[in-house]
T-cell receptor, first 117, second 114 residues
Framework: DTAVSQTPKYLVTQMGNDKSIKCEQN?????MYWYKQDSKKFLKIMFS???????INETVPNRFSPKSPDKAHLNLHINSLELGDSAVYFC????????????????FGDGTRLSIL | AQKVTQAQTEISVVEKEDVTLDCVYE???????LFWYKQPPSGELVFLIR??????QNEISGRYSWNFQKSTSSFNFTITASQVVDSAVYFC???????????FGSGTKLNVKP
């Protein structure tokens, strides 16, 4: 069973369009994240949600709007896509507190490769 | 501020050589966690190890070993007898105690040639 699944795996679209990436985790974790990995492989956190509440927003443009309908889902909606949005987007989840986690605190999805034409 | 530095952008070795990937971190927290992840060419992020700030014991797992030294704020990763399958980008990461935020280094690309 996949722990953190995100769809789609690949997304090719034109500049100016609006698109969404879905993420679901079946681990019962309290915290979920979105990361962006650019072409130079630099991995940077975008958002962090705990129990459906936004706790970290790393100065991401307003065009990016995360939505957490429940603890197991954190979807990412992007409006008016720009060329610079081309990247791999990773969803992840973890337990709330360090004391309660096992050795692997953060589980990643396989990534969504977004390409803007 | 929290920061993770992986000064080695890319390393190339020949199979069976030992290689060490450096990681230096910066934090004001007394409780924090350090991690290494592997990203093979297929793109997924593979968890390798987690270390707690209060546990400086070094760890060995097969051909992998990790050297955590708080005195130098380093958490280096050594692969002994490297293999072609070790070729990947390796990330060092740091998190706050509550895991609200993870900080990743810029990654070190390891090329192991046959």
């Amino acid at each position: 069973d996949t722990a953190v699944s995100q769809t789609p795996k690949y997304l090719v679209t034109q500049m100016g369009n609006d698109k969404s990436i879905k993420c679901e985790q079946n681990l019962g974790h309290d915290t979920m994240y979105w990361y962006k990995q650019d072409s130079k492989k630099f991995l940077k956190i975008m958002f962090s949600y705990n129990n459906k509440e936004l706790i970290i927003n790393e100065t991401v443009p307003n065009r990016f709007s995360p939505k957490s309908p429940d603890k197991a889902h954190l979807n990412l909606h992007i409006n008016s896509l720009e060329l610079g949005d081309s990247a791999v987007y990773f969803c992840a989840s973890s337990q709330e507190t360090g004391a309660s986690v096992g050795n692997q605190p953060q589980h990643f999805g396989d990534g969504t490769r977004l390409s803007i034409l | 501020a929290q920061k993770v530095t992986q000064a080695q952008t890319e390393i190339s070795v020949v199979e069976k050589e030992d290689v060490t990937l450096d990681c230096v971190y910066e934090t004001r927290d007394t409780t924090y966690y350090l991690f290494w992840y592997k990203q093979p060419p297929s793109g997924e992020l593979v968890f390798l190890i987690r270390r707690n700030s209060f546990d400086e014991q070094n760890e060995i797992s097969g051909r992998y070993s990790w050297n955590f030294q708080k005195s130098t704020s380093s958490f280096n990763f050594t692969i002994t007898a490297s293999q072609v399958v070790d070729s990947a980008v390796y990330f060092c990461a740091l998190s706050e105690a509550n895991f609200n935020k993870f900080y990743f280094g810029s990654g070190t690309k390891l090329n192991v040639k046959p």
